[in-house]
């Protein structure tokens, strides 16, 4: 039940991050770039943690994909934080 909300969220933020990437391109604002950002990352996180819960329980095949998308955000998450703080 809780894969199902999680992966609900998912696509959610995916939704929400395209909608912000748009308003960002037309109206250039850090603060908008910053919550489009974090949304990502939330998208990520949500999605590793249905992945990880589906590659326990059933295809073990999955734990490749799950390792690339923590490869992922452990490399997006520090250069988001760098550019945050250069003020971009």
């Given at each position: 039940?809780?894969?199902?909300?999680?992966?609900?969220?998912?696509?959610?933020?995916?939704?929400?991050?395209?909608?912000?990437?748009?308003?960002?391109?037309?109206?250039?604002?850090?603060?908008?770039?910053?919550?489009?950002?974090?949304?990502?990352?939330?998208?990520?996180?949500?999605?590793?943690?249905?992945?990880?819960?589906?590659?326990?329980?059933?295809?073990?095949?999955?734990?490749?994909?799950?390792?690339?998308?923590?490869a992922l955000l452990?490399?997006?998450?520090?250069?988001?934080?760098?550019?945050?703080?250069?003020?971009?």
């Amino acid at each position: 039940m809780w894969t199902a909300v999680l992966f609900g969220v998912f696509l959610l933020l995916i939704a929400l991050t395209l909608v912000l990437g748009l308003f960002a391109a037309a109206r250039p604002s850090p603060g908008l770039r910053r919550v489009r950002d974090l949304c990502m990352i939330g998208a990520g996180l949500a999605l590793l943690a249905v992945i990880v819960e589906r590659a326990i329980s059933a295809e073990p095949l999955l734990w490749v994909i799950a390792v690339v998308l923590v490869a992922l955000l452990a490399l997006v998450a520090p250069r988001l934080a760098k550019q945050w703080r250069a003020g971009n």
